[in-house]
Every structure is written in structure tokens, then in C-alpha cells.
């Protein structure tokens, strides 16, 4: 299927009767997997194609493997989205240009965040630039344009919020993603502030997926919880393999999942990077 077609489905999902869930992958093998449960549409993070090769999230290191790993995806029966961070550059016609690269092989979208490593969010005019710049270079390429007003460090600001997403979806945005935010009220706020599909990461603390679904959201990723959740569950296999189950002395079923409380966090699997940064 051609990336017009591809867009086109995509952008149909998030205007279905109920919202689009769409898991995050980290290589071919969690996409393809996901893909054969039955998931419409795939998409990537950041976090675990990061830690994956060895590299921090968020610095803009991974240009080579997100790419990489989006022309591969890209073959698969379903669209796929591709988190690249906040471009991996600061000019824009350096990010229309991955963004052209990516429609080539016929990934379907891209999610594009306005916060930076070093905790900050970069001036809304210069992210309106990057979106101008990508939704021109590649009109077919769904652009989900993130703001991390909920996610970096600082007083998270309901009106920033607002303000972002608005000049962000004037600037061509197709959908407007805002990480971090639970609370239904403000959910609300946002899904009546833009025509935008809005998109919220799914928070095992948060509302559910119906929840969200009934306050008008109309997407909802999981981020980096797949990736979390199967290192952890890796692990512990591995160990209970290795150890036997301490009250019966045989394995803990393969069925079993970690529990919540029990899945690194986000800066707990971004330390794991830290390893490799060492030598």
C-alpha cells in the first residue's frame, strides 16, 4: 500500500466510532508481534528504541536507528507512526527532510515533541516552523505534534497546554498529543480547546481507555510501557528459570505479568543506558 493510502487510513482511525489504541513497538520483532494480535496501526518510542541501542531517550542520538526501524516497519500490513523525538535537528528543513524520508518508505506518521533534554520546551514559533516545515516537505506524513507542558520538569500549565496545541494544529498539525496529563477535567479542557484528534498516554494510574474514550479522546498510546513491561518480564523469567519459584522450586508460569508497581519507570530504563555511556 502507498503512503497516500497508508495516510489516509491513518487519519481515518482517528476519526473512527471509538478512539485509535495504538501500542508502541521498539523493533520488528514487538511490532510484528502486535501486528498479528490484531492492532490496526503501530507505532514506535522513543525510550525503547533508545535503550535498546544503548543511548539515552530525549538527545537526539537515534536519527539513524528510528529511521532504521521505521523503513522496516514501514513494510508491515498495518500504518505506523514514528516517534522522532523533536526531529533530530533544529532546522527545519533538516526535519522535513527525515520526514520525506520517511514518507518514501511509507510510514504513515510521525510524532513530533517540543520538549528538550534538558527539561525545557523550545519557543512555540520554532516548533510551528518544524510542523511547517514537515506538513509541506511531506503533506502525506500525519504529523501527531506533542507538547510536553505535563512531562518536562516545572509547574505543568493547563493554559500553555491550550495555547501549544492550538498554534501547533494552526501550523498543519493532524493531531495533538499532550503526555502526562490524567486528570479528567483538564482531559476535557483539551479535547473542547481543538478540532485535533487529541491524544493521551494511557497511565495505568490514570483514567481507563473507556474513560478516555467518553471524554472525546481519540487516540490513546501506551509510550514506553511495553518496552518496560518486557524487560521486566525478562528478567524475572530469566531469574525464575534460573532460581526456581521460592515456595514450589519450579518456574513462574510464562503466563504471568509484572505487576504494575513492579515495571521500571521511565528514568528508571533510561539509567540502563548509563552502562554503555560509562566506557
Avoid: C
Amino acid at each position: 500500500m502507498t503512503n497516500p493510502s497508508r495516510f489516509a487510513e491513518f487519519r481515518a482511525l482517528h476519526h473512527a466510532e471509538t478512539p485509535l489504541f495504538l501500542p508502541n513497538a521498539w523493533d520488528h520483532a514487538s511490532a510484528a508481534a502486535l501486528v498479528e494480535r490484531g492492532f490496526p496501526a503501530i507505532g514506535t518510542t522513543s525510550l525503547g528504541v533508545a535503550v535498546a541501542a544503548g543511548k539515552p531517550d530525549g538527545e537526539g542520538g537515534t536519527r539513524e536507528e528510528t529511521l532504521r526501524l521505521g523503513v522496516g516497519l514501514a513494510r508491515l500490513p498495518v500504518p505506523v507512526s514514528v516517534d522522532i523525538e523533536g526531529g533530530f535537528a533544529e532546522r527545519p528543513e533538516d526535519v522535513a527532510r527525515l520526514g520525506t524520508e520517511l514518507v518514501r518508505a511509507g510510514v504513515a506518521g510521525v510524532n513530533l515533541e517540543d520538549g528538550r533534554a534538558d527539561g525545557t520546551l523550545t519557543a512555540t514559533e520554532h516548533q510551528v516552523e518544524l510542523i511547517v516545515a514537515l506538513k509541506e516537505a511531506a503533506p502525506t506524513l500525519f504529523v501527531n505534534a506533542r507538547t510536553d507542558t505535563h512531562w518536562v520538569g516545572g509547574e505543568p500549565s493547563l493554559d500553555e497546554a491550550v495555547r501549544r496545541i492550538r498554534a501547533y494544529r494552526a501550523a498543519g498539525a493532524d493531531g495533538v498529543f499532550v503526555p502526562g496529563l490524567q486528570e479528567p477535567t483538564a482531559i476535557g479542557t483539551l479535547v473542547a480547546a481543538t478540532d485535533a484528534p487529541l491524544n493521551i498516554l494511557y497511565s495505568p494510574t490514570g483514567p481507563t481507555p473507556a474513560a478516555l474514550a467518553e471524554l472525546g479522546v481519540r487516540r490513546i498510546s501506551l509510550g514506553s510501557l511495553l518496552f518496560r513491561a518486557a524487560v521486566r518480564s525478562a528478567v524475572d523469567l530469566a531469574w525464575s528459570v534460573a532460581h526456581g519459584s521460592e515456595t514450589s522450586g519450579s518456574p513462574t508460569p510464562l503466563g504471568s505479568l509484572p505487576h504494575v508497581s513492579d515495571i521500571p519507570s521511565y528514568a528508571q530504563a533510561q539509567a540502563m543506558t548509563e552502562v554503555f555511556r560509562e566506557r
